[in-house]
T-cell receptor, first 115, second 113 residues
């Protein structure tokens, strides 16, 4: 059981380049999330999805787009990377069942540097 | 809007000493509260969570937390710290039907021999 996986683990971009981060989960979870983690700022929610074909904005959505075409995958896109997007990106998923029984599972992270 | 405050950025304790990490939240209704731990270069692992019922919650690795509504707090405790507990700890609050979770800025724990 792989849980939540993220591809790639590391990436270096130049300003203006584009890229897509892939998150995959094999737990048949309904909800998926993208966070960014910056020193001293904790995790901030970028976008999230409550089911296949749905997406919603989180706390810091500007400069990012997402898609959830398949239930198991949640893609995060940067159309024109900026140095301010240098960060560690975490994906998470949860089942969406009764809250008391639900837990977010996190991927290992993607470290992105924009020069 | 919900928010979480972790007032201690960095804490150092001696191995074997007790530990308390502070967390204060702001949310209008009954919150869902979480503590996560992150080891260097790793993702986040859930230590414990509070949804309702008993205000003293037991978690993994010997950690516990107490929900105090009157103080809007959810402090994490451990009676005897091990060197392997050195990590960063995040408190978080869920709301809106628990669709979204807001994280605090984290507390880095250093354990000295």
């Amino acid at each position: 059981n792989a849980g939540v996986t993220q591809t790639p683990k590391f990436r270096v971009l130049k300003t203006g380049q584009s890229m897509t981060l892939l998150c995959a989960q094999d737990m048949n979870h309904e909800y998926m999330y993208w966070y960014r983690q910056d020193p001293g700022m904790g995790l901030r929610l970028i976008h999230y999805s409550v089911g296949e074909g749905t997406t919603a904005k989180g706390e810091v959505p500007d400069g990012y787009n997402v898609s959830r075409l398949k239930k198991q995958n949640f893609l995060l896109g940067l159309e024109s990377a900026a140095p301010s997007q240098t960060s560690v990106y975490f994906c998470a998923s949860r089942s969406g069942l009764a809250a008391s029984a639900d837990t977010q599972y996190f991927g290992p992270g993607t470290r992105l540097t924009v020069l | 809007a919900q928010s979480v405050t972790q007032p201690d950025i960095h804490i150092t304790v001696s191995e074997g000493a007790s530990l308390e990490l502070r967390c204060n939240y702001s949310y209008g209704a009954t919150p869902y509260l979480f503590w996560y731990v992150q080891s260097p270069g790793q993702g986040l692992q859930l230590l414990l969570k509070y949804f309702s019922g008993d205000t003293l919650v037991q978690g993994i690795k010997g950690f516990e937390a107490e929900f105090k509504r009157s103080q809007s707090s959810f402090n994490l405790r451990k009676p005897s710290v091990h060197w392997s507990d050195a990590a960063e700890y995040f408190c978080a609050v869920g709301s809106g039907g628990y669709q979204k979770v807001t994280f605090g800025t984290g507390t880095k724990l250093q354990v000295i021999p």
